[in-house]
């Protein structure tokens, strides 16, 4: 199982963002990731976010070794062509290491006050569907023609090329069970949900029939969850963890002790060898619950001491 970092915009100042990402290259992770908003999601609509795709360029320079990526990019805030560009730059800086997480959108205030059409959610997906159509066929051919509903394509050239080949890996990130795992079966290098083993196979099994249906290996995609760390044997803090993710991400308990990767050294070796079980081969974990120092000691024991473990 691979190990990556989920790092929130809005929860870290830029020191803190480069800092920790040094430190997860030097503690093993596997990938680091950015989050894409420009604004809190609160009634307020104030304080610091740092823009996702600019943040990302810098840190793909100074990090050497790990795989660098978006979980996940909104569809809605930039044509896909203009998209496929800044990726193609991004995999160049990077070495060729570029992880690209896509998905429909879904921030609507975010959306009202930059003045950006939000759509309805059929029209997101609609809209997601074609945009990955852009990007594999920029990325991939000399020129580019297309003649969607939505964007268009007329000769189009993307030079430089990415490096990777045929094409940077290509993540969709959402759970939605009778449009968007369809898109993710049809498009996708690369799935990711928020969820731990219980929803990972609920949901994975039918990302499999998908993929049966339209002819494809359900094995020839990478899978990832999003959970919440705490290691601990405090049951009372890993309930409080519970408690909040429910009310911050609006799930309920059960869905909530699912996205929890929580507990003692041996429950978490548990937990993550049934997730390996349902299909999964990539851990995030998110860094907006707990504050970063708070975090760091988690992390590096995470990556030195269980993941050795998982699967044994």
């Not at 823009?51 to 795989?67: F, K, M, N």
């Not at 992880?99 to 029209?123: C, I, K, R």
């Not at 993307?158 to 969709?172: C, F, G, N, R, V």
Request: charged fraction near 25%; glycine fraction near 8%.
């Amino acid at each position: 199982m691979k190990f990556g970092i989920f790092t929130s915009m809005g929860s870290h100042d830029w020191d803190g963002i480069r800092q920790l990402w040094l430190d997860v290259e030097e503690m093993g992770w596997d990938i680091a990731c950015v989050t894409d908003h420009f604004m809190p999601n609160t009634a307020a609509r104030s304080g610091p976010v740092n823009e996702g795709w600019s943040t990302l360029s810098a840190l793909a320079a100074l990090v050497p070794r790990i795989q660098v990526g978006t979980i996940v990019l909104g569809n809605t805030y930039r044509h896909p062509a203009v998209l496929a560009k800044m990726a193609a730059q991004v995999d160049i800086i990077s070495g060729g290491r570029l992880l690209l997480g896509l998905g429909a959108g879904w921030q609507e205030n975010e959306h009202t006050a930059y003045g950006l059409p939000f759509y309805t959610v059929g029209e997101r997906l609609a809209r997601l569907d074609e945009a990955c159509e852009v990007l594999l066929s920029l990325w991939t051919k000399e020129r580019s023609n297309y003649d969607g509903k939505f964007y268009q394509l007329d000769d189009a050239p993307l030079d430089p090329k990415p490096i990777q080949s045929p094409h940077p890996e290509l993540m969709i990130g959402g759970g939605g069970e009778r449009v968007t795992l369809k898109i993710v079966a049809k498009h996708a290098d690369h799935w990711n949900v928020w969820g731990g083993p219980r929803i990972l196979a609920h949901k994975g099994a039918i990302l499999d029939q998908h993929c049966e249906t339209i002819g494809r290996d359900p094995d020839s995609l990478s899978r990832s969850a999003n959970m919440a760390l705490l290691m601990s044997d405090d049951k009372s803090a890993c309930e409080a963890m519970v408690a909040g993710v429910s009310q911050r991400m609006r799930r309920t308990p059960e869905d909530a002790a699912d996205i929890c990767l929580a507990g003692s050294d041996q429950a978490l070796v548990d937990r993550l060898s049934e997730l390996a079980a349902s299909g999964v081969d990539t851990l995030f974990v998110p860094t907006m619950f707990r504050p970063v120092e708070e975090m760091r000691d988690d992390l590096a024991r995470l990556i030195s001491d269980i993941a050795p473990k998982v699967g044994d």
